[in-house]
């Protein structure tokens, strides 16, 4: 599995609930206040693959700086973020895996410590359609490294699906299913070297 598979799928998804209509625009502070109380998750999602397939799987959130997407068959990979890395596994291969640094990927923006959308340079779009609020947001000190569009639904407020463009332009969309929130997660889910190591991706 490439890293272009994970960072690399199309521009546009459908929400994957129903959300009621809302009638104001969430603003950056009240989505910045909800992702840095969004400590841990677990539920389901779906990926749109490049060639126009669908992924699915579950995934796992532990913030600051852990994500983990298991991927169900035929797909075999597993991307796990931790230890100041995105790693990608494939369990045919005994390579040990694909890391990059995590802070050049747009998903480092939601897994840092302290979520700031008000920061200078950090928002370039945000957008309201009744339904949904969608924020575009981006390293401001490295906007090469790509954006992340989130989309939020209100009453009450969840993420509930990103659209990630990388550094090379190509998109992937991951739609979330419902969310459980403060979910007790070991740590071991999110060693990528332990993984790496031991071969044990599930």
Excluded at 62 to 84: I, S, T
Excluded at 105 to 125: E, F, Q, R, W, Y
């Amino acid at each position: 599995m490439k890293r272009r598979f994970f960072l690399g799928a199309l521009s546009a998804f459908s929400i994957a609930a129903p959300a009621l209509a809302q009638s104001q625009p969430l603003s950056l502070n009240e989505l910045s206040n909800y992702l840095n109380t969004l400590t841990s998750a677990q539920g389901a999602f779906t990926q749109v693959n490049p060639d126009g397939t669908l992924s699915k799987g579950t995934f796992y959130l532990k913030r600051p700086g852990r994500m983990r997407f298991e991927y169900e068959p035929p797909n075999d990979a597993l991307v796990v973020a931790g230890q100041g890395k995105l790693a990608i596994f494939d369990k045919r291969s005994n390579s040990g895996g694909q890391q990059y640094p995590l802070h050049r990927t747009p998903l480092h923006i939601i897994l840092k410590d302290k979520v700031n959308l008000n920061a200078s340079g950090m928002v370039v779009a945000h957008q309201h359609d009744g339904t949904a609020t969608t924020v575009t947001a981006q390293d401001p000190q490295h906007p090469n490294y790509g954006n992340v569009k989130l989309v939020f639904t209100a009453n009450p407020t969840e993420l509930r699906q990103w659209i990630v463009t990388d550094e090379s332009g190509q998109k992937t969309t991951v739609v979330l299913g419902k969310l459980e929130h403060n979910k007790r997660l070991q740590a071991r889910l999110f060693n990528v070297d332990r993984i790496a190591k031991e071969g044990d991706i599930r």
